[in-house]
């Protein structure tokens, strides 16, 4: 993670809003073979690693019948991420992007998003494939994934 | 929105944790036909309403580039909804079913996903296609969408 301080040029950075708006739990957290975040694969299409959810034990009854699902999508929290860069360069690009045009962790609010296969259950969690994020990213929600409203394989993108 | 007094047989209510983990920021607000909850369609499949995205002027800057997209997600924030139901039984079903098999605002995090087609932008915002939240519902994040990694036309559900 670059240090606050690292800006690349053409960046923006902003002002964020003097207070809060909401409040989060992490309700879990996700375990992958990714130790750092140099390991982590660019995104879960470069990725078949398999990853665990484990749950804090009062929230695991709110997995009952996700087993009747193919894929879910994981909401998780980037911690390590700077909140305040609204433009930003990734080196693969080599020009400015606006944030919300880029799955950055770097964003307002750092919430990730994960569509991921389900593999199997356990006592306090469920087994996934197609992880990205570092071991022990805090987890925020898991959602069944519906194709009718969440699969759009003709989307175009640059 | 049930009051929170308000609790369905087979629904299960859990004591949430004692303190909060992260904070948000809302970034924004999504302008929909519908003034009411009960206006709201069941889903985004379930709606082709038109709504518009509207970004704090500080965080504008954010969309460029995104008209290079064809769909995007908003993930918001259901500040209306209860956190502590962990099992509920929705009105069509009957029956228990896990909140994180759920699609609902109820939920320990009342974060709500929607994929949407991206129309048009505006001076601090942009025009979208299948929104189904209610008017002034505040915005969390945009992301957009990859079909390489969000698409799964061939996920099951029940």
């Known amino acids: 993670m670059a240090a606050k301080s690292d800006i690349r040029p053409g960046e923006v950075a902003i002002a964020l809003p003097p207070a809060f708006d909401a409040r989060v739990y992490f309700i879990g ?7 750092r975040r140099e390991d982590c694969p660019r995104s879960t299409a470069a990725s078949d690693a398999i990853g665990r959810v484990e749950l804090d034990p009062r929230f695991v009854a ?6 009747l699902y193919s894929h879910a999508f994981l909401l998780y929290w980037m911690d390590e991420a700077r909140r305040d860069l609204i433009q930003q ?3 693969h690009l080599g020009h400015p992007r606006g944030t919300f045009a880029l799955r950055s962790p770097v964003r307002p609010n750092p ?13 306090a969690g469920m087994v996934v494939r197609n992880v990205d994020c570092v071991d022990g990213t805090p987890l925020v929600d898991i959602k ?9 394989p003709g989307a175009t993108r640059p």
């Open 29 to 35: 957290r996700i375990r992958t073979p990714f130790k």
């Open 62 to 67: 709110g997995l009952k019948d996700l087993e």
């Open 89 to 91: 360069v990734p080196a």
């Open 111 to 123: 919430v990730a998003l994960a569509a991921v296969e389900i593999l199997g259950f356990e006592e």
């Open 144 to 152: 069944p994934y519906f194709a009718s409203t969440d699969s759009f």
